[in-house]
């Protein structure tokens, strides 16, 4: 059994920085971040090879936010820098033990943190 608790959401205004945390009890093969804003779908934000370093990111936040792990701390970070008032939302950490799955295929993700609200404003 995984189980995931995100920390450090909080208000920030734009133009500002942020970084989320999430510690993890169990093995992991994949770990991400999603985030879903009100009215919106959950959208995959950053993914993470546990095992190693590749990761992968959503456009509208490729060279703004970066996914990193600390192994020995268990502990997956989500650092978000220039943020915009539309990455106000609701972020979610979540893993799975068997693959990698493509960040639109967050039902793939078998285990979920309860989420952290980030809200960003203008």
């Known amino acids: 059994q995984v189980q995931l608790v995100e920390s450090g959401g909080g208000s920030v205004e734009a133009g500002g920085s942020m970084t989320l945390s999430c510690s993890v009890s169990g093995n992991t093969y994949c770990m991400g971040w999603f985030r879903q804003a009100p009215g919106k779908e959950r959208e995959g934000v950053a993914a993470?090879?546990?095992?190693?370093?590749?990761?992968y990111y959503h456009a509208s936040v490729k060279g703004r936010f970066t996914v990193s792990k600390d192994i020995a701390k268990d502990t997956l970070y989500l650092q978000m820098n220039s943020l915009k008032p539309e990455d106000t939302a609701m972020y979610y950490c979540?893993?799975?033990?068997?693959?990698?799955?493509?960040?639109?295929?967050?039902?793939?993700?078998?285990?979920w943190g309860q989420g952290t609200q980030v809200t960003v404003s203008s």
């Open positions: 993470i090879y546990t095992g190693g370093s590749s990761s």
């Open positions: 979540a893993a799975e033990f068997n693959w990698c799955p493509p960040l639109v295929d967050d039902h793939q993700y078998m285990y």
